[in-house]
C-alpha cells in the first residue's frame, strides 16, 4: 500500500503501490464544481438535477457528424464543443501534422469551443505535433492519452481532470462473536510493524464504494461480506501525485458467522489476518495516538455497541437513463430504517439490515 490511510483499524491510509500505479488516473471519481463547464467526452449519462456540471451524452467513439469542417471526423458534444474520433486519425504523420493545420483554423471559423483529442497508445508519436498544434494534455489511460484545446480567446470552461482518488476501509463486525476483521500489511509504511488495521483498498472506476469495501475484504483476507452501512468519510490533499483523497469507512457484516469462514490472508499483501475482540481493537496504540484515526475508531465502537448507524442507502434511477446511481443518507433509528424500507417493500434499499 502507498499512503497511510485513515480507517478503523488501520485507520491509516496505506494504499496499495500497484494499484495506485494502475488506478489513480482512472479512479472513479466524482467532480463537484460550481460553476457549468463544456461537456467532458466520456460520460453516458444526461446531466442530473443536483450537480451544475453537465457531462455529454454519448461515448467518444460514435456518431461521427460529416458536417464537422477541417480534416479530422468527429462529433459535436452538447456544449458547442467538438471530439475527434480516435479511430479515424491519419496512418501518417504528415498526414496528422497537416490535418491538424487545415482543422484547427477551420473549427475556430465554425464557432466550436473545447475540442477533445483522443491519441491511441499505438500513435503515441503524434502527442508532440498536437500539443505543437496547441494541445493540452489532459488525463491518461493505459491506452491512451486524451489532449484537449480550448478555442475562443476567454476563459477555459472544459472540467479539469479528476481531482480526487477515492478510497475505503471495512469495519467488519461479527455480532455473533464480538470480533473484528483485521490484517496486518505486508507492504507500505505499516510493514514490520505488527499493527493490526482494518482491509483498505481503492475503488475501482464504475465500483460502488460498497462493493469496492466487499471485494477488499475479500481479496485480502476470504471472507465474504454484505454492506451495513457508511460509519465515516475523511478528505484529504495533496497525497499521491498531488491529488485530494476520499476516504470511506464503511461497515459489513459477515455473510457468515466468524466460526464458519476459514479466514485466507492474500499472500502478496497481507502479513496477517485475523479476528480480535473489540476491546483489543480498541487499544492499538498506533490509533490511539492520532487524533484523526481516535475519531474514527470511535464512531466504528459506537456501531458495533449498537450506538450508532451510520448512512444506509438507496440505488436509484436517476431518471435520464436505466442506470442506478447509490444515494447514501442517514435517517432516523436503524430500527425506523429498517421498518420504513419493508413497509415500502424497496427493493433497492440496502444496508442497515
Known amino acids: 500500500m502507498l499512503v497511510a490511510k485513515a480507517g478503523c483499524q488501520l485507520l491509516t491510509r496505506s494504499y496499495k503501490i500497484h494499484k495506485v500505479a494502475l488506478r489513480s488516473l482512472r479512479a472513479t471519481i466524482y467532480k463537484s464544481i460550481m460553476q457549468p463547464r463544456a461537456c467532458s467526452p466520456h460520460s453516458t449519462t444526461a446531466p442530473t438535477p443536483f450537480r451544475t456540471f453537465k457531462m455529454a451524452a454519448a461515448s467518444t467513439d460514435s456518431q461521427v457528424d460529416s458536417s464537422i469542417p477541417g480534416s479530422l471526423p468527429g462529433r459535436r458534444d452538447m456544449y458547442d464543443g467538438l471530439i475527434i474520433d480516435p479511430d479515424t486519425l491519419p496512418t501518417g504523420t504528415t498526414d496528422f501534422i497537416d490535418a491538424l493545420a487545415s482543422s484547427v483554423p477551420a473549427w475556430q471559423e465554425a464557432g466550436f469551443r473545447g475540442i477533445w483529442l483522443k491519441i491511441p497508445i499505438s500513435r503515441a508519436h503524434y502527442v508532440g505535433h498536437a500539443v505543437d498544434a496547441g494541445f493540452e494534455y489532459h488525463h491518461a489511460e493505459p491506452g491512451y492519452l486524451m489532449l484537449t484545446q480550448w478555442l475562443p480567446q476567454s476563459e477555459n470552461k472544459?472540467?479539469?481532470?479528476?481531482?480526487?482518488?477515492?478510497?475505503?476501509?471495512?469495519?467488519?463486525?461479527?455480532?455473533?462473536?464480538?470480533?473484528?476483521?483485521?490484517?496486518q500489511e505486508k507492504n507500505g509504511p505499516l510493514k514490520g510493524k505488527g499493527v493490526w488495521k482494518m482491509p483498505t483498498g481503492l475503488v475501482q472506476a464504475g465500483e460502488d464504494i460498497t462493493e469496492a469495501a466487499q471485494r477488499e475484504v475479500e481479496e485480502e483476507t476470504g471472507i465474504k461480506t454484505k454492506f451495513h452501512s457508511v460509519l465515516a468519510m475523511r478528505q484529504a490533499h495533496g497525497l499521491a501525485f498531488g491529488k485530494s483523497d476520499m476516504f470511506f469507512v464503511v461497515a459489513l457484516d459477515p455473510v457468515h458467522p466468524a466460526s464458519a469462514q476459514t479466514i485466507v490472508p492474500q499472500e502478496d499483501e497481507v502479513e496477517a489476518a485475523a479476528w480480535i475482540s473489540l476491546e483489543e481493537y480498541t487499544s492499538v496504540e498506533f490509533h490511539l495516538q492520532r487524533p484523526l484515526l481516535k475519531k474514527i475508531m470511535e464512531k466504528c465502537t459506537a456501531y458495533a455497541k449498537g450506538q450508532y448507524s451510520g448512512l444506509g442507502g438507496y440505488k436509484l434511477s436517476s431518471g435520464f437513463s436505466e442506470r442506478q446511481d447509490l444515494l447514501l443518507f442517514g435517517e432516523g433509528t436503524e430500527e425506523e430504517v429498517t421498518l420504513a424500507a419493508k413497509e415500502k417493500n424497496e427493493d433497492a434499499w440496502i444496508g442497515l439490515s
Open 158 to 183: 472544459l472540467p479539469p481532470n479528476a481531482s480526487h482518488q477515492v478510497g475505503v476501509g471495512a469495519f467488519v463486525f461479527d455480532k455473533e462473536t464480538r470480533r473484528v476483521l483485521v490484517v
